[in-house]
Structure formats: structure tokens, C-alpha cells
């Protein structure tokens, strides 16, 4: 079986510049996490999905990330525009119903914002 | 609120030695659940093992075990039998059942192996 897929692996970005991250759950997961990891701390929850629909949004800061999940399957999360502070690990999990039993994550996305 | 205290920025065994990392947490839930991730520096997210708060047996995998003392409030990883392999960053992280899903992170512990 297939696990989390996220792309790109690494991305590098100039301060105000538009960034995209990428997530393909793990199949038959409709629950889908989006989390922001800072150096030196845990995972932090942006968002949380079950199957196209956002909950638990409180804490994606939305005057500049946005997130989408349309057919309920892959994931995009925006950044526009980034700052220096952006700087983090986007992890992506899923886990198989609404937000019950364990979350399996990607291998993450890298940003450094110059 | 929740929260999870990881008390222990980093910890060294020796191979095939026991180690115990910390972890207590805080919640006014009754039902919860206990995670315990492993990182390693390629930066996925491991799952190892996890706890359900009415749990009667603390919760086992292989060389992991989970020490769940619920009227302390703590949830212990211990490694038994350490491999090299197992130099990693150690997150515990819990979720209530009730109301939101959000789920919390330690802040970790980096465990390392030597020879």
C-alpha cells in the first residue's frame, strides 16, 4: 500500500513570492491533515479535512494560506504572499475516517524563504 | 485545553540497552488517545504505538511499550533492546475524542544510539 505522498521534497522561495505544496492520502483515507512544523518543535495543525470539506481551520492564518481538497482525494496548501517566518516543514497526513485512529504522514516539504 | 510536556530535549543509551522517554500530558477529557511518533532526520512521521485512555493494558509493539499511568497523567515510550536505527526525534502527541480532532504535539525528545 501506497503511503502519504507530497511534493516537492524541498522548495526554496524568495520573500513575497507565491509557494504551493502538494498531498496524495494514503487510498480510502477521506481525513486529511495539512501541519506546519517549526525548528526544534512538534507539528503544529493548519487544517484538517473530511473528504472535500475544511474543519478545523482555526489556526491557518488565511490572509495569506489557503488550502483546497475539491474532489476529496489530493490536497494543495498555498502560501501567498511568503514571508521569512514561513519558514518551516509542511507535513501532510490521513488517516482513514472522520479524524478516528492513527494519522500516517508524508515525508514533507522543506521551505526555506530567503 | 491540551497539552503535552516532553521534559527530556534529547537522551543517549547504549546498544541493545532499555530507555524510557518521558511524556505527560493534560486534558479535562476523559476520553483520549495517545500517540507516540518517531522522526528520523530524513523528516517523515513514524507511527510506533498508541494508547486509548480506557485501555485497561498499557499498549505494546514489538521492542515498544507505552508505561500509560492515567492518574499521573503520563504515557512513557519505552524502547527495549535499542538499535542504532532508533537515533531519532521521539514525539507524544494525544487527541480527544469529543468535540475537535485537533490534535497536540511535544515538543520531542532526540534519542540517540551508540555503540
Known amino acids: 500500500e501506497a503511503g502519504v505522498v507530497q511534493s516537492p521534497r524541498y522548495k526554496i522561495i524568495e520573500k513575497k513570492q507565491p509557494v504551493a505544496f502538494w498531498c496524495n492520502p494514503i487510498?480510502?483515507?477521506?481525513?486529511l491533515y495539512w501541519y506546519r512544523q517549526n525548528l526544534g518543535q512538534g507539528p503544529e495543525l493548519l487544517i484538517r479535512?473530511?473528504?472535500?470539506?475544511?474543519?478545523?481551520d482555526s489556526q491557518l492564518p488565511k490572509d495569506r494560506f489557503s488550502a483546497e481538497r475539491l474532489k476529496g482525494v489530493d490536497s494543495t496548501l498555498k502560501i501567498q504572499p511568503a514571508e521569512l517566518g514561513d519558514s518551516a516543514v509542511y507535513l501532510c497526513a490521513s488517516s482513514p475516517r472522520d479524524g478516528q485512529g492513527t494519522q500516517y504522514f508524508g515525508p514533507g516539504t522543506r521551505l526555506l524563504v530567503l | 485545553a491540551q497539552k503535552i510536556t516532553q521534559t527530556q530535549p534529547g537522551m543517549f543509551v547504549q546498544e541493545k540497552e532499555a530507555v524510557t522517554l518521558d511524556c505527560t500530558y493534560d486534558t479535562s477529557d476523559q476520553s483520549y488517545g495517545l500517540f507516540w511518533y518517531k522522526q528520523p532526520s530524513s523528516g517523515e512521521m513514524i507511527f510506533l504505538i498508541y494508547?486509548?485512555?480506557?485501555?485497561?493494558q498499557n499498549a505494546t509493539e514489538g521492542r515498544y511499550s507505552l508505561n500509560f499511568q492515567k492518574a499521573r497523567k503520563s504515557a512513557n515510550l519505552v524502547i527495549s533492546a535499542s538499535q542504532l536505527g532508533d537515533s531519532a526525534m521521539y514525539f507524544c502527541a494525544m487527541r480527544v475524542s469529543g468535540g475537535s480532532y485537533i490534535p497536540t504535539f511535544g515538543r520531542g525528545t532526540s534519542l540517540i544510539v551508540h555503540p
Open positions: 487510498s480510502g483515507h477521506n481525513t
Open positions: 494508547q486509548g485512555s480506557y485501555d485497561e
Open positions: 479535512y473530511e473528504n472535500e470539506e475544511a474543519v478545523d
